[in-house]
């Protein structure tokens, strides 16, 4: 028997439609995944990926931007197109139960979902493209910033039209922007939470810019950037519960407002967290699972202090994602490889 095939549709033009539906209608305009493919004056073609996470709606309000603005305006260079979990993005999820996360299937699988990716890896491939970019969303109070898989001038310019905030990382591999990495210059863009109108405005500025951009700077920077590396990612001991203010009898109590240390530089010694329970219930693991909370944490008493400098991203105080996911993540601050 044939593998089952996930339906990859084709496009050369934005439905006029699309500017008269939400985003969870996205099936009315785009039944299954799609590839778009719009014409432009001249050059490479940029790739972008919209709603690889159906419910991070960023993506699907620039495509709006972009039928939009393009009433009225010639693309200075091609654009593709890859509209991902549109069933998702139907349901208002990141990815239905029966489903992989796509943006985990992109170097390849046993799934339908990982032919699918093949498929469009190999559409960018032989497009050569000139920059690759996929848009994001996440909860929780972090600035607009953008990941890099290679801290190269060229993926610094491109990520940097986005936000000088930076964060670097090479796990999971099996992101988009890995694969595209080994294609042309690729960003991930987290245009704060889903449907900001910053974040909007933010994300479609930078495929606009980056169509008009003639080359990218192959050394030294273009503006002054921080980069971060992850070091760390936090997650809670189960069967905890957890509270948010300083009356809180939870077992594990965390400032109201954490959510505003999203990417500050906390001090050694800062107080994370309190509890009364004795039993670990913070771990810090690396990219490998090893348990390095011994690293970064240590007790006092009730408090749960750092022990050394750290940054942390995406904290949130989402009960579904404490759980589910984690914490947050650390990170330290990496000098930028050129000077500006
Ligand atoms: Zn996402």
């Known amino acids: 028997m044939d593998p089952v095939t996930l339906p990859l549709a084709r496009y050369d033009a934005l439905p006029d439609a699309l500017l008269r539906i939400g985003p969870r209608e996205i099936r009315s305009v785009f039944p299954d995944p799609a590839l778009i493919h719009l014409e432009g004056l001249a050059g490479a073609p940029v790739f972008l990926s919209v709603l690889l996470h159906g419910n991070e709606t960023t993506g699907f309000f620039v495509l709006q931007?972009?039928?939009?603005?393009?009433?009225?305006?010639?693309l200075p260079r091609p654009l593709i197109i890859f509209v991902g979990n549109v069933h998702a993005t139907e349901a208002g999820v990141r990815h239905l139960a029966a489903q992989p996360d796509y943006n985990r299937i992109w170097e390849g699988g046993p799934g339908p979902e990982h032919a699918l990716a093949m498929?469009?890896?190999a559409v960018a491939r032989d497009a050569?493209?000139?920059?690759?970019?996929?848009?994001?969303?996440?909860?929780?109070?972090?600035?607009?910033y953008a990941c890099v898989n290679r801290l190269e001038p060229e993926f610094l310019h491109l990520a940097s039209l986005f936000s000088p905030t930076l964060v670097t990382f090479n796990n999971p591999s099996s992101v988009i922007s890995m694969a595209m990495a080994n294609?042309?210059?690729?960003?991930?863009?987290?245009?704060?939470?889903?449907?900001?109108?910053?974040?909007?405005?933010?994300?479609?500025?930078?495929?606009l810019d980056t169509l008009h951009l003639h080359a990218f700077r192959t050394s030294g920077l273009e503006r002054k950037v921080s980069i971060y590396e992850t070091v760390g990612r936090v997650e809670l001991a189960r069967h905890l519960s957890f509270g948010?203010?300083?009356?809180s009898d939870a077992d594990l109590v965390f400032p109201a407002d954490l959510e505003r240390w999203n990417f500050t530089g906390l001090k050694a010694g800062t107080e994370f967290a309190t509890s009364r329970v004795p039993a670990p219930v913070l771990r810090v693991v690396n990219a490998r699972?090893?348990?390095i909370t011994a690293d970064f944490f240590a007790r006092d008493g009730n408090a749960i202090r750092l022990t050394r400098d750290i940054t942390p991203s995406m904290l949130t105080r989402d009960p579904h994602i404490l759980r589910e996911d984690c914490l947050c993540y650390l990170m330290q601050e990496i000098p930028a490889p050129v000077e500006a």
């Open 128 to 144: 050569r493209p000139f920059a690759a970019i996929d848009i994001h969303n996440n909860t929780g109070l972090n600035p607009h």
């Open 244 to 247: 948010f203010t300083e009356t």
């Open 65 to 74: 931007r972009l039928a939009h603005w393009m009433r009225s305006h010639k």
């Open 289 to 291: 699972r090893e348990d």
């Open 119 to 121: 498929e469009v890896l």
């Open 183 to 207: 294609i042309c210059p690729a960003v991930t863009v987290e245009a704060g939470k889903s449907g900001d109108a910053r974040g909007i405005e933010r994300a479609f500025d930078l495929v």
